[in-house]
């Protein structure tokens, strides 16, 4: 009832106070990102006309069984977070139908 009483609380327009929660495993973690880069080292790849364009060949649970062999356990929604902290996209083949004729197709 004391907060019926006291007009600042009353003004306010928030219930929770702001930074409350469970802290993101990211900033938690010591240690994660470099523990991360280094799992993903051999398995990266990227293009060769964008730099910052970069993939890997793991799928996300086999991220998260790496990373718990170096003694880190997270969970694949992690494994996403990083996966978009450090830019690496999805890479998936794409079907295209031929745009032209080629003179010598048939030889």
């Known amino acids: 009832m004391a907060e019926l009483d006291d007009e600042t609380a009353l003004e306010q327009e928030r219930i929770r106070q702001v930074g409350g929660g469970r802290k993101s495993a990211l900033e938690t973690i010591d240690g994660l990102d470099e523990v991360f880069l280094r ?41 996403d977070q990083l996966l978009e902290k450090h830019n690496f996209r999805k890479r998936k083949a794409v079907k295209a139908l031929a745009t032209g004729e080629s003179e010598h197709r048939n030889e």
């Open 39 to 79: 799992v993903l080292e051999q398995h990266t790849a990227g293009s060769p006309t964008n730099e910052t364009l970069k993939w890997t060949n793991l799928k996300r649970h086999e991220i998260v069984a790496l990373l718990k062999d170096e003694g880190i356990e997270v969970s694949v929604t992690v494994v």
